[in-house]
């Protein structure tokens, strides 16, 4: 049954991240419990709520609600569990931290990190996005994303980053194939760019917390939002199927409240 239901999502044009971990959910649910019922999914909802984090809980119901629906049991689904806004944006690098850690790279010669950094900064890349990314896509100035439902989603390149690309792709005399590869020459992994990223950063003496590749997706955002204030365009280029969720980006991080607060309270 697994099999059809990753063949139904697949059907979905679901990104493959995302099948991932529907299936992990509905597995994992039938390692705690051997029948499929309405009692036996509110138990595991409960030993969810008790061991993990609101939004992990959420993504595991959101995908037993649609392997429900794929079971033709639509009436047993479950509701998600409340996730408590914060006031602030945690762990986000600074722009200092940013333009200092792209500048070690490329003063170290590390420049396949050095561009891995950039794309992720300067197009509000998702990982998963940014390896699929090949040096065609570099030529023409865009990438296009199918995302489920049939939409398309188009990942522009800054003409002085297209510039800086080929001009490093011409130095490594190449014309074609996936962007960022790894020391065996095949595509990078999402895991392997995770890695490297804490590996720079305990070189270069930043914090880890801060230095992740989604990390740079929201310094993307923020940047774009002080240089051209329209949040509906900032939605549209990160792939948000709401507003709302880009509406997180107007909040400040805890450290520049902090600053303000330093800077402003003075009684």
Same mark, same amino acid.
Request: proline share 2%; glycine share 4%.
């Given at each position: 049954?697994?099999?059809?239901?990753?063949?139904?999502?697949?059907?979905?044009?679901?990104?493959?991240?995302?099948?991932?971990?529907?299936?992990?959910?509905?597995?994992?649910?039938?390692?705690?419990?051997?029948? @499929?019922?309405?009692?036996?999914? /509110?138990?595991?909802? +409960? &030993?969810?709520?008790?061991?993990? $984090?609101?939004? !992990?809980?959420?993504?595991?119901?959101?995908?037993?609600?649609?392997?429900?629906?794929?079971?033709?049991?639509?009436?047993?689904?479950?509701?998600?569990?409340?996730?408590?806004?914060?006031?602030?944006?945690?762990?986000?690098?600074?722009?200092?931290?940013?333009?200092?850690?792209?500048?070690?790279?490329?003063?170290?010669?590390?420049?396949?990190?050095?561009?891995?950094?950039?794309?992720?900064?300067?197009?509000?890349?998702?990982?998963?996005?940014?390896?699929?990314?090949?040096?065609?896509?570099?030529?023409?100035?865009?990438?296009?994303?199918?995302?489920?439902?049939?939409?398309?989603?188009? @990942?522009?390149?800054?003409?002085? /980053?297209?510039?800086? +690309? &080929?001009?490093?792709?011409?130095? $490594?005399?190449? !014309?074609?194939?996936?962007?960022?590869?790894?020391?065996?020459?095949?595509?990078?992994?999402?895991?392997?760019?995770?890695?490297?990223?804490?590996?720079?950063?305990?070189?270069?003496?930043?914090?880890?917390?801060?230095?992740?590749?989604?990390?740079?997706?929201?310094?993307?955002?923020?940047?774009?939002?002080?240089?051209?204030?329209?949040?509906?365009?900032?939605?549209?280029?990160?792939?948000?199927?709401?507003?709302?969720?880009?509406?997180?980006?107007?909040?400040?991080?805890?450290?520049?409240?902090?600053?303000?607060?330093?800077?402003?309270?003075?009684?």
């Amino acid at each position: 049954m697994l099999k059809q239901f990753e063949s139904y999502l697949q059907q979905e044009n679901m990104a493959r991240n995302t099948i991932h971990a529907y299936l992990y959910a509905v597995r994992d649910f039938f390692v705690h419990h051997k029948e @499929l019922s309405k009692k036996n999914l /509110l138990l595991y909802k +409960t &030993q969810l709520i008790e061991n993990r $984090k609101p939004k !992990t809980v959420n993504l595991r119901l959101q995908a037993l609600n649609r392997f429900l629906e794929f079971t033709g049991k639509p009436k047993w689904k479950l509701k998600s569990v409340k996730v408590q806004q914060r006031s602030y944006l945690e762990n986000v690098i600074s722009n200092a931290d940013y333009q200092f850690l792209k500048n070690s790279l490329h003063k170290d010669g590390n420049m396949e990190w050095y561009f891995v950094v950039r794309f992720l900064a300067a197009t509000g890349a998702r990982v998963s996005e940014l390896v699929q990314i090949k040096v065609e896509h570099i030529n023409i100035g865009y990438f296009d994303i199918y995302t489920k439902g049939g939409k398309v989603r188009r @990942l522009f390149f800054p003409s002085k /980053l297209r510039k800086e +690309t &080929q001009d490093w792709l011409d130095t $490594k005399q190449r !014309t074609s194939g996936y962007l960022f590869l790894n020391r065996f020459g095949e595509r990078i992994t999402t895991r392997g760019i995770a890695q490297q990223l804490k590996n720079f950063a305990v070189r270069y003496g930043l914090n880890p917390k801060v230095v992740y590749p989604h990390s740079f997706r929201h310094r993307f955002a923020k940047n774009f939002l002080e240089k051209y204030n329209d949040i509906a365009l900032l939605a549209d280029l990160m792939g948000h199927e709401s507003i709302e969720t880009t509406r997180i980006y107007l909040r400040r991080t805890a450290s520049e409240q902090q600053a303000i607060v330093d800077k402003v309270i003075t009684w």
